[in-house]
């Protein structure tokens, strides 16, 4: 079946400290993968896709993530966490060339926290 | 600019009243969803639409209905709410690579 998991409900970092955030994914072939940002009462936004090719992605606000096919994972990561990054983390896989089907598998979210 | 859009971002209503909670969007994707999200939780897809004319239930059962009669436009409709149907409703939209942008969500509370 397919699925995503993201193994870390909450994490907590200090401000200044790297981050790494886990996805791993469960699906018949390559999926396309995005991470999206949930700041609280706001909608999704997306942060960064894997769709083929390098494997070292970057996103937007410093984001970068790196998909690693042997292991099924597509992890986050940031050097130096902002205060402004607390939010809500969602993984998400999706079929790859676009596919016939849009809808997309999340993760149940990790919620980031930020110590000053 | 392009966008996706929802109205109203809060609303507060009692039981039993009909709701009808609006989603635009201006990319001229063919593909919206509406998720239902309680705070801090995982969001469940309750509704997609893959073009005009084409609706259906995703994974969580809902009592709500949509519609797709023009391609920018997605409502989600509550024939009768209840203090159950408190919760916050994403729409996204997404185009050919399956990318979804979703809209700021609108807060529903039933009283």
């Known amino acids: 079946a397919q699925s995503v998991t993201q193994p870390d409900i909450h994490i907590t970092v200090s401000e200044g400290a790297s981050l790494e955030l886990r996805c791993n994914y469960s699906?018949?072939?390559?999926?396309?993968l995005f991470w999206y940002v949930q700041s609280p009462g706001q909608g999704l936004q997306l942060l960064l896709k894997?769709?083929?090719?390098?494997?070292l992605v970057q996103g937007i606000k410093g984001f970068e993530a790196e998909f690693k096919r042997s292991q099924s994972s597509f992890n986050l990561r940031k050097p130096s966490v902002h205060w402004s990054d607390a939010a809500e983390y969602f993984c998400?896989?999706?079929?790859?060339?676009?596919?016939?089907?849009?809808?997309?598998?999340f993760g149940k979210g990790t919620k980031l926290s930020v110590k000053p | 600019e392009a966008d996706i859009y929802q109205t109203p971002r809060y609303l507060v209503i009692g039981t039993g009243k009909k709701i009808t909670l609006e989603c635009s969007q201006t990319?001229?994707?063919?593909?919206m969803y509406w998720y239902q999200q309680d705070p801090g939780m995982e969001l469940h897809l309750i509704h997609y639409?893959?073009?005009?004319?084409?609706?259906e239930k995703g994974d969580l059962s809902s009592e709500s209905t949509v519609s797709r009669i023009r391609t920018e436009h997605f409502p989600l409709t509550l024939e009768s709410a209840r203090p159950s149907h408190t919760s916050q409703y994403l729409c996204?939209?997404?185009?050919?690579?399956?990318?979804?942008?979703f809209g700021p969500g609108t807060r529903l509370t039933v009283l």
């Open positions: 996204a939209s997404s185009g050919a690579y399956n990318e979804q942008f």
């Open positions: 699906y018949g072939a390559t999926p396309y």
């Open positions: 894997y769709f083929s090719g390098d494997t």
């Open positions: 998400a896989v999706g079929a790859p060339w676009g596919g016939s089907q849009g809808n997309l598998i």
């Open positions: 990319m001229g994707h063919d593909k």
């Open positions: 639409s893959y073009g005009v004319n084409s609706t």
